[in-house]
């Protein structure tokens, strides 16, 4: 057999995809990060008539390369929270604004292997968005964001995802220097607010995009 591990990723995430859609999510199934970028233009955007986007922090997100189209296409009504040149302060403006826009693109920490969507935040805007605020939302899913329940989803948010992403931030806390979890609690602790999604509310807002590739923290 040739691409055994891919095989084994695109069954594993078939079955994923049916618990998904059983709990009211919408699935589309990605081969790669480029396919995820063509499903959203050509197959979620279109019917939605999305007038306005916006985005929270997601490495996956930025590997499908919508970024930087979306954020140049003149016409959307763009609401970017990653340029760095904004403040801070203007960042939170733009992150309450973020809540109410058509479109909202994002990752996701972990999935269960019965379909539930596990996510940690600092700020929670990312996490708000997912559960309310947006009319539509697309959850950008790498193959190696699969965990068997909830425990292990947790454990690899809190002493994998986290850490990385502290890292990846440079972050002033200790498990960028231990790689555990030190349950740090300073102002620079980037594990706030967890949310749960077990079922999309209404049926299909959520949109989940799975890719046979690992991406992301
Ligand atoms: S609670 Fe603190 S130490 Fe633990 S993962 Fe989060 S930022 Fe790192």
Redesign the pocket.
Known sequence: MEKPIDNYWQKRLTDLGKTLEANNFAVYQAENSEEAKKIVLEQIMPPLNAKSVSWGGSVTFIATGLYHLLRDDKNLDVIDIYNKSIPPEEIIERRRQSLQVDLFLTGTNAVTEDGILVN?D?TGNRVAAITFGPKHVVVFLGRNKIVSDLDEAMLR???YA??T??MRLD?K????K?S???????D????NTWTITEKSFPKGRIKVVLINEDLGL
Do not use: Q
Request: aromatic share 4%.
């Open positions: 940690l600092m948010i809190k002493n986290s850490p992403n502290a972050m806390t200790p498990c960028t231990t555990y979890c030190e349950d740090c609690k300073g620079n602790r980037i594990c």
